[in-house]
């Protein structure tokens, strides 16, 4: 990762093999649709780097996952009251917002890989605290650690997979954060059933180690690389990813052209990321988090077990059904990312959340009414199950590949620092009223999620664009027409 012997702007001979007049031709056929370059198969190192990079999913999973199955252990052995616990489940979100504010700068300035190691060893020491802690305050410091290096996590892993894979295959790649995350959280509960805590944290340090260790052999984010002017290191990052015998000529170039015209302007500081030439990025960027966590979605699977026993419904049996169905399903959202599209796939998937919020009210409704009592407690369940199957399918993933992808890589640090906070304050703001909405009212809490699903299917119908199939760079282009200006 040194840059010895590496002058800044010097380019591979590759790079030069055509002239400007060439380059520009292609560069208009890119804007038509008519390159094919980015249209690569995976290779071998694509699909190792990207497994590498959503070890780190696993870890947010693992981590949102490790407090409910441990709640009774770690409370009697410790002898802490639920306020206590509430303070240590909770702690992890504070950590998360911490490790977002600072994500973006230090992912611009170590590289992607650089924060990947970075993290996991905060997520390390804070999983070994855990399990070695003797009193409250240490097993807080532990979570507050993991939910900092989380919180970085859940910024970088999409970054860096949306910028190595190639764009016929960035949907799918880029998803798979999602489905690691939902594998480490339906994991971790699975096996915390067996387990103590004390272990379970311990098991917590294993995927770090991988994600560890597994950097020391996948390349550098290619488009990190050009933006700091690193152009032979670029190439060979590219030739890497799709494979030697590559004709890398198009992407390469394409990814120059664009990183010189964006040096032109100074890196996008958080106040510039307000100016009226990044407004469609930052609505859809930020709008997409606020949307999916003011949906219910945290309210809903830290809450699960409870509002199955509040409508009548086992507990225990409505949160297994809720793993059976999520997985298979953010499994069938990431086949689906590049084959329907974003768009169709995220109104789908909200429409599909509105409908089970609806539902979900409708059951507490009707026994508020007393009506269907028997019925009730089913169409719980059923609203719950709608509602899990159809975040995952899209609304979980998506906002994330979408965040992605928008932001240009000038301002990308900055963005998607805010975009990530906005997600981490809208999970805490749900998690923490959830339960005082519910006193207030069951069935109207539902129906205030629904009404916000279905605001998303307008959203979406009106404000994001569709992105499969086309490089970053003719995606931040068509969003921000006036930044090279």
């Keep these: 990762m040194g840059r010895e012997g590496i002058e800044e702007g010097e380019i591979s001979s590759s790079l030069l093999v055509k002239d400007r007049s060439q380059i520009r031709g292609r560069d208009d056929a890119c804007v038509s649709g008519e390159v094919q370059s980015g249209g690569s198969s995976a290779t071998t190192v694509l699909v190792i780097s990207t497994l590498v990079a959503v070890s780190g999913s696993y870890v947010f999973g693992s981590a949102v996952g490790y407090s409910s199955p441990t709640q009774s252990g770690i409370m009697d052995d410790l002898g802490l009251s ?11 979100t504070i950590g998360a917002m911490v490790g977002a504010i600072m994500s973006g700068r230090i992912a611009d300035y170590t590289g992607r890989r650089g924060i990947m190691g970075f993290s996991e060893m905060f997520c390390i020491i804070g999983w070994l605290a855990i ?3 003797k009193a409250s305050w240490w097993l807080n410091v532990g979570r507050l650690l993991v939910g900092y290096g989380m919180g970085l996590l859940s910024y970088v892993v999409p970054i860096y997979v949306a910028e190595i894979t190639p764009k016929n295959l960035r949907g799918a790649f880029t998803t798979a954060h999602q489905l690691m995350i939902c594998c480490g959280a339906s994991i971790t509960f699975l096996i915390g059933a067996f387990v103590s805590w004390r272990i379970l944290a311990v098991i917590g340090t294993i995927p770090c180690l991988v994600q560890l260790l597994g950097l020391f052999f996948i390349p550098e984010s290619p488009r990190w690389l050009a933006k700091i002017g690193r152009w032979k290191e670029c190439e060979a990052a590219l030739l890497r990813l799709r494979g030697e015998n590559a004709d890398i000529s198009d992407e390469a170039a394409e990814i120059k052209d664009y990183t010189e015209t964006l040096q032109q302007h ?6 510039e990321l ?14 997409l988090m606020v949307l999916q966590q003011f949906g219910g979605v945290n309210g809903i ?29 953010t499994a069938l959202g990431v086949v689906l990312m590049d084959i329907s599209g974003r768009r169709p796939l995220l109104m789908i998937s909200a429409a599909g959340t509105c409908l089970g919020c609806f539902l979900v009210a409708l059951s507490f409704l009707l026994q508020d009414l007393h009506k ?21 399918l899209g609304m979980g993933g998506i906002p994330w590949v979408i965040m992605s992808e928008v932001f240009p890589i000038n301002m990308k640090g900055s963005a998607g620092s805010l975009v990530t906070v906005v997600n981490w304050l809208g999970s805490w703001i749900i998690s923490y009223a959830f339960n005082f909405l519910m006193d207030w009212s069951s069935s109207g809490t539902f129906f205030i999620f629904a009404s916000i699903c279905g605001v998303t299917v307008l959203f979406v119908s009106k404000l994001v664009p569709e992105t499969k199939g086309r490089t970053l760079e003719e995606i931040q282009a068509s969003m921000n027409p006036f930044t090279a200006n």
């Design 82 to 92: 639920l306020a206590e616990y509430s303070v240590f489940g909770s702690i992890l």
């Design 372 to 392: 269907w009592m028997d019925f009730s407690p089913f169409l719980a369940l059923i609203g719950v199950l709608i509602y899990i199957g159809s975040f995952a």
């Design 301 to 329: 699977a830290f809450y699960a077990s409870s509002i199955f026993v509040s409508a009548g419904f086992s507990g225990t049996v409505g949160t297994i059904a809720m793993v059976v169905v999520q997985i298979p399903l």
């Design 131 to 133: 399990a070695f802690s």
């Design 274 to 287: 307000f100016r009226w030439k990044y407004a469609h990025s930052l609505i859809v960027g930020v709008g």
């Design 266 to 271: 100074s890196e996008a500081g958080i106040f």
